[in-house]
């Protein structure tokens, strides 16, 4: 059964007033204010603690390093998340690019022989 915690009114009427506090064991216990990457991982779903780490020593993950170990918020996870969402194309869109942008034909180099004793030829006979 909740409790309040009474205070008298600033106008020294009567009427009492406070917040109410929980009774001993009738509250479950608050969300942790940060997660390890394990817990992280496990809200997440889908990604191992490692591979969190992984993008936290990259940069493209935000969270908080204590001590030795890296942990995250709420939020963190909530932007993790966000970040890994896709969109569905609008039917006959082509991908986006910059309409400036014009494409160029790669050019390949050829390979040079490993020994430049050897012709192209010579390089693949079997006998000697």
Do not use: H
Not at 41 to 47: C, D, K, T
Not at 48 to 63: I, N, W
Not at 95 to 101: I, M, N, Q, V, Y
């Amino acid at each position: 059964m909740a409790r309040k915690l009474l205070s008298r009114c600033t106008c020294q009427c009567d009427q009492t007033q406070g917040p109410e506090i929980p009774a001993p064991g009738s509250s479950p216990s608050p969300e942790p204010l940060t997660y390890s990457l394990a817990e992280a991982a496990q809200r997440i779903g889908g990604v191992t603690a490692r591979s969190l780490a992984d993008e936290f020593r990259a940069g493209l993950v935000s969270g908080y390093k204590i001590g030795r170990q890296w942990r995250m918020a709420e939020d963190d996870i909530r932007d993790y998340i966000d970040s890994r969402r896709v969109l569905p194309r609008q039917p006959g869109s082509a991908p986006r690019c910059d309409p400036g942008e014009t494409s160029k034909p790669v050019q390949r180099q050829a390979r040079k022989p490993k020994n430049p004793n050897v012709t192209a030829g010579d390089q693949f006979s079997l006998f000697g």
